[in-house]
């Protein structure tokens, strides 16, 4: 388990470095508490038993005095004298005594010596005068000397005169601080520090010392690191114990977190149908409830969604076969219009020339009208000079008749021209009308197609305009069409009648004398249909040049179509191509 993931070890790990931090602030307060509690009870203690020494001390020395055993001038007696004879003779440091010790060796040592053993704090507890001077040290300081200087300094201590600015300071305290007592910090001569507690002593209302208690703070030191010890190890087992707890009830606590994370993370990894037991009321069993709400909302929302996604896709599956579909039937549409637009070229390009072919015969049959007018004026002139020029007017009405026939000929000829025209454009109109559908059924195609088929709308819009004005093209070719065949039935009339005239002026002709003023008569018609077939073919000829510029345009129109068709054709293979790619992508995706 990644101690960087475990929710618990952080609260247990935060919940155990703020005990640590509590623990450490309490036991350092509750250890100077502690100290200061110990130091004020040693100092209470001290200046009890300094105030009870002083009290005894004084009953003793005022007991002596009202016994008659001492008096007051030997009680406070300050003649120290130098002992040179005894056990403490020859003492490294100098022994004295006054008039009043062999008294007190009796009747103080007891007392200090129960002072001493009632606290194994207090190294002394002894009286000194004034000048500090000590007349009874405890038992366990007035051992008898050895040849040992040194332990000669610690075991007897008894019959000095302590007039170090300590033990002078103790002895002439008189109280007048109203404290009833001096405490004294200082370093012993024997090394150790010391707490010095004194309370005057007076007699019969006299200051004669004091009564001193001696504190080791060695002592006092190891009692208060025991108190330390004591406090930090029970401290240790509180944190200890409290850490063990706080293990205990986090992971009690966190457990249903646990399961929360196992039943998420089995939902993420596609359970959905995974629920948590909810086991109590509290914030956490709240948050399991609400946890399982939430899974069954995103689980509903997540099938609604993969439903729309389904139906979607399958939308957009339809979409693209119906795209490919409708791009196939395109296809096949702008290939049959370019085959179309192709035929419809050869079919223009048939009927151009065609058109100039009939303006070439129509041009023909100018020239032959005029030179019927011609020799119609000759023939009037024939007539005229008479009966002389009949054999040469027959020679003429012969070749009149054969020139008419000729002329009949060609407009039988440009007749049958005039139908064929007639067919190709009808031919024209009809693949006008076929391109106008083709355009028309593109247009819907490219409506349904979208935003993709928005090009192709714009080239169906032009192929229907190109059609539209084929139509038109076509129309005004079909005008000029009847117009010619008009004019042509028109002209064979004519030239019927022409060559029936001609007949009857070769019978004339027989009968020259007889019929010459019909002659005459006659001519002068044949003039007349002369210059009206004359008018006639050159309105043909207008109209023949007319047709051919517009089959030229037709022409045109038609090679743009064809144009127009490939790029058709191209836009429709892209749009096949853009179908395929969202085939496969919808493919990919389910």
Request: aromatic share 4%; charged share 20%; with cysteine.
């Amino acid at each position: 388990m990644n101690l960087k993931s475990s929710i618990s070890l952080k609260i247990v790990a935060s919940l155990t470095v703020v005990l640590v931090v509590v623990c450490g602030i309490f036991s350092a307060v509750l250890i100077r508490q502690r100290t200061a509690v110990l130091e004020a009870d040693m100092l209470l203690r001290g200046r009890t038993m300094a105030i009870f020494g002083a009290t005894t001390m004084r009953q003793v020395l005022e007991q002596a005095i009202n016994s008659g055993r001492l008096t007051e001038a030997q009680v406070f007696d300050t003649n120290y004298r130098k002992i040179v004879a005894g056990p403490l003779a020859g003492a490294a440091i100098p022994k004295y005594h006054t008039e009043y010790d062999s008294y007190l060796d009796q009747a103080i040592l007891r007392t200090q010596d129960t002072l001493v053993e009632e606290d194994n704090a207090v190294v002394f507890a002894v009286l000194v005068d004034k000048n500090g001077y000590l007349p009874v040290h405890n038992s366990k300081f007035s051992l008898p000397l050895t040849s040992d200087n040194t332990k000669d300094q610690v075991g007897n201590r008894t019959k000095r005169i302590f007039d170090d600015p300590v033990g002078l300071a103790a002895g002439k305290y008189t109280g007048a601080d109203n404290n009833k007592i001096l405490r004294q910090i200082y370093k012993r001569d024997t090394g150790e520090t010391m707490w010095d507690i004194s309370a005057p002593v007076y007699v019969n209302g006299k200051h004669w010392g004091g009564f001193r208690i001696g504190y080791s703070m060695t002592r006092i030191d190891a009692a208060v690191t025991s108190l330390r010890n004591d406090i930090l190890l029970g401290m240790g087992m509180i944190l200890l114990f409290s850490t063990v707890t706080i293990a205990f009830v986090v992971t009690r606590l966190v457990r249903p977190l646990k399961e929360l994370t196992v039943v998420a993370d089995r939902i993420a990894a596609g359970h959905l149908n995974e629920t948590i037991d909810i086991k109590s009321d509290d914030e956490i069993g709240k948050l399991a409830s609400a946890f399982n709400k939430m899974t069954q909302v995103i689980v509903r929302n997540l099938r609604s969604e993969v439903e729309k996604s389904e139906r979607l896709i399958e939308s957009v599956k339809e979409a693209i076969q119906q795209l490919s579909s409708s791009a196939s039937e395109i296809m096949a549409i702008s290939a049959q219009q370019a085959a179309g637009a192709n035929g419809q070229a050869s079919a223009v390009q048939q009927a151009t020339t065609t058109s100039e072919e009939i303006a070439v015969t129509a041009r023909q049959v100018a020239e032959n009208a005029i030179f019927v007018e011609s020799h119609a004026q000759q023939a009037n002139a024939a007539g005229q000079v008479g009966r002389n020029e009949a054999d040469n007017a027959m020679t003429g009405m012969g070749e009149l008749k054969t020139r008419i026939e000729s002329v009949a000929q060609a407009m039988l000829q440009l007749g049958e021209d005039s139908q064929k025209i007639g067919g190709i454009v009808d031919i024209i109109d009809e693949i006008s009308d076929q391109t106008n559908l083709l355009a028309l059924n593109a247009a819907i195609e490219a409506a349904g197609a979208g935003e993709a088929g928005k090009r192709f709308s714009i080239v169906a819009n032009e192929v229907k305009r190109l059609a539209e004005r084929t139509a038109d093209a076509t129309g005004q070719i079909k005008n000029l069409v009847n117009a010619i065949q008009k004019a042509t039935n028109g002209t064979i009339m004519l030239t019927e009648e022409g060559s029936k005239g001609v007949d009857r002026a070769s019978e004339l002709v027989a009968r020259v004398a007889a019929a010459l003023q019909e002659i005459s008569r006659m001519v002068h018609e044949t003039t007349a249909a002369a210059r009206e077939i004359k008018f006639s073919t050159q309105q043909q000829t207008t109209a023949s040049e007319q047709m051919a510029e517009t089959i030229a345009e037709v022409r045109d129109v038609a090679a743009q179509v064809a144009v127009s068709s490939k790029e058709t054709t191209q836009a429709i293979a892209e749009l096949t191509a853009l179908a395929e790619r969202l085939q496969s992508l919808v493919a990919e995706e389910v």
